[in-house]
T-cell receptor, first 111, second 119 residues
Framework: DAGVIQSPRHEVTEMGQEVTLRCKPISGHDYLFWYRQTMMRGLELLIY????????DSGMPEDRFSAKMPNASFSTLKIQPSEPRDSAVYFC?????????FGPGTRLTVL | AQKITQTQPGMFVQEKEAVTLDCTYDTSDPSYGLFWYKQPSSGEMIFLIY??????QNATEGRYSLNFQKARKSANLVISASQLGDSAMYFC????????????????FGTGTRLTIIP
């Protein structure tokens, strides 16, 4: 069974541009999580969904960030407009029971 | 106060020796779960082991075991017979609320311990 799939793996963009990160969770998992990892702040939960419904978005830094889950097999995290301080590795994770299984991450660099 | 504390920023261990990575936690919730993740240099986060607060036995998964001392709020990861491939960052994390409940799914992570296995 494939794990959590994220795309792109690397994204380099210029300040002010829109960035869309994509995630396909493990089939059958009903929770999906978006995390951000930086050296300064470590791993932070941004938002999570249960059965495609956003449950807790208190970690979303500001209105420039938005996340959607239109169906059980797909989610997006959008940053518009992007800023250099958004540079980080963004992880998507999913779970049904037990531990959360992480995707490989998207390394975002905003110049 | 930090919810998860990992006091060892880095450790060097000889291959084949056992390793203990420290983790202490802080919660007032009687129901919680503790997790360990491995992050190799390639960057992915790999789930290793889980311990529930009501579990009577310490969790084990292959060479990994969790030394759960509830009164001390400690959940140390023990790796037996370390291998070169164990070199990585290791993160301890906590979820407050029972894992089978809808409740709070948020994982709070510690700052990690960088483990280096020496040949």
């Amino acid at each position: 069974d494939a794990g959590v799939i994220q795309s792109p793996r690397h994204e380099v963009t210029e300040m002010g541009q829109e960035v869309t990160l994509r995630c396909k969770p493990i089939s059958g998992h009903d929770y999906l999580f978006w995390y951000r990892q930086t050296m300064m702040r470590g791993l932070e939960l941004l938002i999570y969904f249960n059965n495609n419904v956003p449950i807790d978005d208190s970690g979303m830094p500001e209105d420039r960030f938005s996340a959607k889950m239109p169906n059980a097999s797909f989610s997006t995290l959008k940053i518009q407009p992007s800023e250099p301080r958004d540079s980080a590795v963004y992880f998507c994770a999913s779970r049904m029971m037990g531990g959360q299984f992480f995707g490989p991450g998207t390394r975002l660099t905003v110049l | 106060a930090q919810k998860i504390t990992q006091t060892q920023p880095g450790m060097f261990v000889q291959e084949k020796e056992a390793v203990t990575l420290d983790c202490t936690y802080d919660t007032s919730d009687p129901s919680y779960g503790l997790f360990w993740y491995k992050q190799p240099s390639s960057g992915e986060m790999i789930f290793l082991i889980y311990q529930g607060s009501y579990d009577q036995q310490n969790a084990t998964e292959g060479r990994y075991s969790l030394n759960f001392q509830k009164a001390r709020k400690s959940a140390n990861l023990v790796i037996s017979a370390s291998q070169l491939g164990d070199s990585a960052m290791y993160f301890c994390a906590m979820r407050e609320g029972h894992i089978s409940n809808f409740g709070n799914e948020k994982l709070t992570f510690g700052t990690g311990t960088r483990l280096t296995i020496i040949p």
